[in-house]
């Protein structure tokens, strides 16, 4: 199985410290060597975009994220535990569309609040009370009464 180094997974090992990327590089080596290595204790992550990456343990803190499938396996990124799994949960790999590299995207969501206009009449109507509304004869308007007709005449 191909094992592959992404570019992000170099720049955020440089960020590390002596110690951690030491750590860092020892789990990546012992994860070429044997992926299913009890001692990395690889799982996949939950609740994120793309159920391709994996986390494996380099140290207490330190976790390699690495994207896997069958035909390979890539690393993409190093750091401490919470930062590492934010990393993976805003991102997906995908197949460029022209060259048909593949890709890490970084998926961003913003939340806004849709305001739903209301028409005026519609404003006005909601704010009168309902007994008003019934005094006025407006709750029963589009009903119609049948005056009783007499049988026979």
């Known amino acids: 199985m191909p094992f592959l180094l992404a570019d992000s997974f170099q720049s955020s090992l ?3 410290n002596g110690e951690e990327q030491k750590a860092a590089k020892l789990a990546a080596f012992e994860l070429q060597i044997n992926p299913t290595n009890p001692g990395l204790q690889c799982h996949r992550l939950d609740n994120i975009k793309d159920k391709n990456f994996w986390s494996a343990r380099a ?13 390979s396996l890539m690393l993409c990124y190093v750091d401490h535990h919470d930062p590492a799994y934010d990393w993976a949960s805003r991102r997906k ?3 460029h569309p022209v060259t048909g590299a593949a890709q890490i995207v970084e998926i961003r969501e913003t939340v806004r609040e849709i305001q739903i206009p209301l028409h005026e ?8 009370p309902l007994a008003k509304v019934a005094v006025a004869g ?5 009903v119609r009464l049948l005056s009783p007709r007499r049988i026979g005449a």
């Open 138 to 142: 407006l709750l029963f308007a589009p």
């Open 121 to 128: 009449e519609e404003r006005r109507v909601s704010m009168v």
């Open 93 to 95: 790999i995908e197949t």
């Open 59 to 71: 140290s207490r803190d330190i976790r390699l994220i690495f994207h896997r499938v069958e035909s």
């Open 14 to 16: 440089d960020k590390l």
